[in-house]
């Protein structure tokens, strides 16, 4: 799990290693019953059209998910900010 301070969302690959991510809330605590998946960015994300920068930052963090997946159950803890 990722947790972005970008996005203030923490990020996690779900089933079939697609990309899904929740809100963290202020005291750092994160909603993971409140997760969906990113392609339904429009939903969470205040700007209504991705600045290429928004892009490569979700770009980022899918791939470093994807680097380290071990195909287990993801364990609610924050291994990394980004």
Request: net charge negative; charged share 25%; with cysteine.
């Amino acid at each position: 799990m990722i947790q972005s301070l970008h996005f203030k969302r923490a990020f996690w690959l779900g089933y079939e290693n697609q990309l899904v991510s929740c809100p963290i809330l202020e005291d750092g605590t994160i909603q993971d019953w409140n997760y969906e998946p990113v392609y339904l960015v429009h939903r969470w994300y205040k700007h209504t059209n991705l600045l290429p920068y928004d892009i490569d930052c979700l770009f980022k963090i899918h791939a470093r998910l994807v680097q380290t997946d071990k195909g287990e159950l993801y364990d609610i803890k924050i291994k990394e900010v980004a």
